[in-house]
């Protein structure tokens, strides 16, 4: 038995981890002993409403440039981002923008969605909206993103007469 010193200068004996000397832990290698089994399951993945969030905040917070959505996104969603990323409140210099909840609706045929986002910076809470559609090739892609209001497309003021 070696012996090893503590900081007061007194020996103490040293002994193997996990237990008595000589003994080992049963089952294959890599394994807990009382796990009882391997862990067969894939690891949990995301839903796409949720990634979508993450990457969405990512760009809109200057972590991302825009076109790192370019082949996530569909129709207007695109030119609505680079709208709106620039001047965003989400690229402020204090703590970084974290997506706190993602909701959504499914339409009836399940080929799109409609997802809404909190986001906290610091103390302040802001919402998102995007929405999702289902293409051909089974890959969701982004159609629409506003940001508290910002990214709608401008609507026309009627003038009276």
């Keep these: 038995m070696t012996t090893t010193l503590t900081t007061t200068g007194t020996p103490r004996p040293r002994r193997a981890p996990g237990g008595p000397a000589g003994t080992r832990p049963r089952g294959p290698a890599g394994t ?8 067969t399951s894939r690891p949990r993945t995301l839903p796409p409403h949720t990634v979508f969030a993450e990457r969405l905040l990512a760009v809109l917070s200057g972590e991302r440039p825009v076109h790192w959505m370019l082949g996530h996104t569909v129709g207007e969603a695109y030119e609505q981002l680079v709208r709106i990323a620039p001047a965003t409140p989400l690229r402020s210099l204090g703590p970084r923008p974290v997506l706190r909840r993602c909701s959504v609706q499914v339409d ?54």
Excluded: K, S
């Design 32 to 39: 807990h002993p009382r796990a009882g089994h391997l862990r």
């Design 108 to 161: 009836d045929d399940r080929t799109a969605v409609e997802a809404f986002a909190t986001i906290a910076t610091g103390a302040r809470v802001r919402a998102m909206a995007f929405r999702l559609e289902r293409g051909e090739d089974q890959r969701w892609r982004c159609a629409a993103v506003e940001l508290d209001g910002l990214g709608a497309a401008p609507r026309p003021v009627p003038r009276p007469a």
